[in-house]
């Protein structure tokens, strides 16, 4: 990660982003967003930047589905953010938490099992985002439906007994 000194913009080299967003909010670890997955994005849209690591052109293409756009090298897959930008798309992974359903939470909780057996990331890592997703599931049912909590409260008791 490279500030520039006279704009605040942030380079991220390969990666760099979900790590810097993983510190920034440890529930939001589990959210890796690929800016690299759909091919069509890469359909013009190029960026008055050039990539500061192979001089190749950027492309500016919206992070995920939100109304940030963002920089990206294609070549060497680095993240260009204009100042402020990252706090913006911290700000918009939180709101994407909160605004998910208990049934979209189940579908997060399913892709997370998975990962754990076919993930890019360590093993650990992967065992930690799907505890994450499942806490975060833990909470969204207890708040649509707090007698459950009465029930589970004594049901992890003795579990740990």
Avoid at 101 to 128: C, M, N, P, R, W
Wanted: charged share 30%; net charge negative; proline share 3%.
């Amino acid at each position: 990660m490279n500030q520039c000194a006279s704009c605040d913009g942030i380079w991220f080299n390969y990666d760099d982003l979900r790590n810097a967003k993983d510190k920034e909010d440890e529930f939001l670890r589990w959210l890796d967003v690929d800016l690299f997955s759909d091919p069509l994005l890469f359909k013009g849209g190029y960026s008055t930047m050039s990539c500061p690591n192979d001089r190749e052109p950027l492309y500016e293409i919206f992070y995920d589905n939100s109304e940030i756009k963002v920089d990206v090298c294609k070549k060497c897959k680095g993240v260009w953010l204009d100042k402020n930008e990252f706090n913006q798309v911290v700000a918009f992974l939180k709101r994407s938490v909160f605004s998910d359903t208990t049934a979209e939470y189940l579908k997060h909780l399913e892709d997370q099992i998975k990962e754990i057996f076919v993930g890019k990331e360590h093993l650990a890592s992967e065992i930690k985002d799907a505890y994450i997703v499942w806490r975060l599931l833990e909470n969204r049912i207890i708040s649509q439906w707090p007698r459950i909590e009465e029930i589970i409260i004594p049901l992890r008791a003795a579990l740990l007994k």
